[in-house]
């Protein structure tokens, strides 16, 4: 099955790489360059476990195995950028890399910036709590007090999500996840709201100083790739790259691997 996707992708990569004259845009769709330059650019941004760097510094991660195998399937090399998640999409439009593979979820407001492939997963915001500091709390509505300190990543859905969920809660703004989770476990701030799985690994992690009291319902949304807008070739190909892997169930083996297992955490520091 692996050697037809391949097979599949790499037809229809390649028939990108011929110029035609009749071409209506002057625009050279992504995809080709891609296949013209041997090299898949791929932004993202570090969330544990889609994307983190391992014992020797190199990253790995869901978002890490997807990109690579999206590479390699297309025939051409993976270059992985890390960048800056408040900065992503305006990295992507001038052209920093070809592509965003960072666990982005789909929102109006970013389509209107960039064009979204169909979902290769689904996302949802998750919380953990201070065990001392929120002994008091009991139901989710309890965030919701000018007393309550919530740490969250800036530019996130979660961040958007915290903001909609507790409005009278004061939110402690990051540009990372380790320093607000740091937050949380020192007890600074009462919660620490972010895409799952990450609230209850550090909750397994640190049971003596979190703990995870409820459900939290708070946002679900699928997550995509993320493209320049009006480029439809590399959309068609990296649409139809997503629905052969998830046929072939290499998608779903790869999210059980990261998602719901720690046989990975012997790779961190």
């Not at 550090?202 to 320049?228: I, N």
């Amino acid at each position: 099955m692996k050697r037809i996707v391949t097979a599949f992708l790499m037809a229809l990569a390649l028939c990108f790489s011929v110029p035609a004259a009749e071409q209506a845009s002057a625009r050279e769709p992504i995809i080709e360059k891609v296949v013209q330059r041997g090299t898949l650019r791929v932004g993202f941004s570090s969330f544990v476990p889609w994307a983190m760097q391992d014992k020797e510094g190199k990253y790995i991660g869901f978002e890490i195995d997807v990109a690579e195998r999206l590479a390699k399937d297309l025939g051409v090399k993976c270059q992985l950028v890390p960048t800056n998640w408040d900065g992503i999409i305006p990295a992507l439009l001038a052209g920093k890399f070809d592509v965003i593979i960072g666990s982005m979820s789909v929102t109006p407001q970013r389509s209107l910036s960039v064009n979204f492939t169909i979902p290769y997963d689904r996302a949802y915001v998750d919380l953990t709590l201070n065990k001392e500091r929120a002994a008091a709390i009991a139901a989710q509505e309890d965030l919701n007090s000018p007393d309550v300190i919530i740490a969250v990543r800036t530019g996130t859905t979660a961040a958007a999500a915290a903001a909609k969920h507790f409005p009278k809660a004061q939110l402690r703004m990051f540009n990372d996840e380790a320093p607000a989770v740091e937050e949380v476990l020192s007890g600074r701030v009462h919660a620490f709201v972010s895409s799952a799985p990450l609230p209850a690994m550090e909750t397994v992690k640190h049971g003596d100083r979190l703990v995870q009291k409820f459900e939290a319902d708070l946002h679900r949304q699928p997550v995509a790739f993320a493209v320049p807008k009006g480029d439809h070739d590399t959309l068609n190909v990296f649409d139809s790259w997503i629905r052969l892997v998830e046929e072939e169930g290499w998608l779903q083996e790869r999210r059980d691997y990261w998602f719901k297992s720690d046989a990975w955490q012997s790779r961190l520091n």
